[in-house]
């Protein structure tokens, strides 16, 4: 993987970390629509 992809995956996990449980589905989503995009 690429340093953006470091990057898409670590900053979601942050912030998966630190928001409700509820908002992972968001975040997990984002994620792999950044990476497919990447």
């Known amino acids: 993987m ?3 992809a470091v ?4 900053v979601p996990r942050g912030l998966i970390l ?6 992972q589905p968001f975040y997990q989503t984002v994620a792999i629509l950044i990476l497919v995009a990447v």
């Open 18 to 23: 630190s928001k409700p449980p509820t908002q």
């Open 2 to 4: 690429n340093q953006q």
């Open 7 to 10: 990057l898409i995956f670590t």
